[in-house]
């Protein structure tokens, strides 16, 4: 009996002190602590587009590196086609054998004459789509984490939808958050065709008469007051990226400074041993933020982009570094601001709630039991601390449903003290003992008791595992509930009875 009081106290103790003081211990979600709920749209054809380029840009490599001479390479982004012409005749057998291991994703067509055309496949936008969800999921966890909000729900709508669901409770300026969201952080380095920058689209192409050189295309700058003829091939991109962080430049201004990977170091050094003299663009999200030129080979592992930052613009953008490009744009569909005062309200609603519920509970069992209601009711007692407790320890959030939950779990913890106990009733009119009869009505009892409540908790668990931010909340708190009812009803309640029959060793009543 020692080792189980001090186990009850152990746990009791440890309960308090997890949830004391419970406004600091207990996450609150988004409808009891204000927040927001948006609905994001993820722009598959811009993934499906991407790559496109990735597929083009690599192709180029491939027949380069295979030596199979070619006049262009062009692509048809509407239909997501490639198009590869001037392939010389003692080539086009060898180039055919390449295409097929690495343009598995596309269907390829033999337009004759050494030119080749090749259209995505269904199956492969679909695996990209499927791709670019999960990716756009991780990245922007990613992203929210960077923040410091408190247990977000960010989940996809819908197995097969282009849909995420967000909800970030306690965040009451969304903006900065909402930018960041929406811009994919898609960093490129590409070569300046034309070193001059041109205050519009249209005094850039008639530097040029009025017609682009092959293989570029313009760019802004970030403000929009330049524009830039860059490159359409891409040196680096942000896979070549290891890590990202906020800076500051020679002259004390923000910046950004980032540490390429093993490859991302390869292809700098080479690109930059291969054109000094020339203007490399740094591009974020189709902008140039700095177009620097190269005046040595570089071999660093680190690099540095400057521009005019503020130093929460130069936090954002290591943010979007770190966490890797979003596979494509996202389109906000909705967005609704709850506000804490509404959620003040259900909290002490629910509080109250749960108060008269407990009263009422407790007093009944006071009458109906007498002495072993006064039993039941600290068994009670210690279920809601044990609730609590659990609740702060897995930094579990509580929601509404939540509440509703808990009080839902004071009319069921005392349901297995009322099987027990009239299971010891029945045996006290047999005429056994009050010892023979407790622990009778205990054991005989105790599946009766396990049957319904892990029933309910196989029930709380798929509700957890397939329900959305507020079911689960409703499905953790019943869950911790039914572990704890369990508990009290089962060990300590039996317990406290082993107490009260040790102080009255020869009882023949028991006040039940």
Do not use: C
């Amino acid at each position: 009996m020692k080792w189980r009081i001090l186990l009850v106290l152990f746990l009791t103790v440890g309960a308090i002190y997890y949830v004391y003081p419970p406004q600091e211990k207990i996450n609150l979600g988004l409808d009891l602590r204000g927040g927001v709920h948006m609905v994001l749209k993820v722009n598959l054809d811009e993934a499906w587009r991407a790559e496109l380029d990735n597929s083009k840009s690599n192709l180029e490599y491939l027949l380069k590196d295979e030596k199979i001479e070619f006049s262009k390479i062009t692509k048809d982004d509407k239909n997501l086609k490639i198009i590869v012409e001037g392939i010389p005749a003692d080539k086009i057998e060898k180039a055919k054998d390449k295409f097929k291991s690495y343009m598995a994703g596309y269907s390829m067509k033999d337009l004759g004459n050494g030119s080749f055309e090749f259209t995505m496949k269904e199956s492969m936008k679909k695996e990209i789509s499927k791709q670019a969800m999960r990716q756009a999921l991780l990245i922007i966890n990613n992203r929210v984490d960077e923040y410091g909000v408190a247990e977000p729900v960010i989940q996809r709508q819908g197995l097969e939808s282009d849909r995420i669901v967000i909800e970030l409770p306690g965040v009451d300026n969304t903006e900065r958050i909402k930018k960041s969201l929406s811009e994919p952080g898609w960093l490129e380095l590409r070569l300046l065709a034309d070193p001059n920058p041109y205050p519009s689209k249209e005094m850039a192409l008639k530097a040029h008469n009025g017609k682009l050189p092959e293989g570029t295309t313009i760019l802004p700058s970030e403000d929009g007051k330049s524009f830039y003829i860059v490159k359409e091939r891409v040196e680096l991109n942000g896979n070549d990226i290891k890590t990202a962080r906020r800076a500051t430049d020679q002259y004390g201004s923000p910046s950004v400074s980032f540490s390429l990977n093993k490859v991302g170091v390869e292809k700098f050094a080479k690109v930059t041993s291969e054109h000094v003299g020339e203007r490399l663009a740094i591009i974020l999200d189709k902008k140039v933020i700095s177009a620097p030129r190269i005046n040595e080979p570089i071999n660093s592992p680190t690099a540095e982009i400057t521009g005019r930052f503020s130093i929460d613009e130069a936090e954002d953008l290591a943010i979007k570094l770190r966490s890797g490009a979003l596979p494509a744009s996202m389109t906000f569909l909705e967005e609704r601001t709850v506000g804490p005062s509404l959620g003040k309200d259900s909290i002490r609603k629910g509080v109250k709630a749960a108060l008269w519920g407990m009263i009422i509970v407790m007093a009944f069992m006071l009458f109906y039991y007498k002495l072993a209601g006064l039993n039941a009711d600290i068994a009670l007692l210690l279920n809601m601390i044990y609730l609590l407790g659990g609740l702060a320890y897995f930094h579990a959030t509580l929601t509404l449903p939540g509440i509703a939950g808990f009080i839902l779990t004071i009319g069921m913890a005392v349901d297995a003290n009322v099987i027990i106990f009239e299971r010891i009733k029945e045996e006290l009119r047999n005429g056994k003992t009050p010892r023979a009869a407790i622990d009778t009505g205990f054991s005989k009892g105790l599946s009766a008791v396990l049957d319904g409540n892990i029933t309910t908790l196989i029930a709380a668990v798929f509700l957890f595992q397939y329900g959305t931010g507020p079911v689960k909340g409703f499905a953790v708190t019943l869950s911790l509930g039914i572990i704890a009812s369990l508990f009290t009803a089962i060990f300590v309640s039996k317990l406290i009875f082993d107490i009260v029959l040790s102080i009255r060793k020869n009882a023949e009543t028991l006040s039940i």
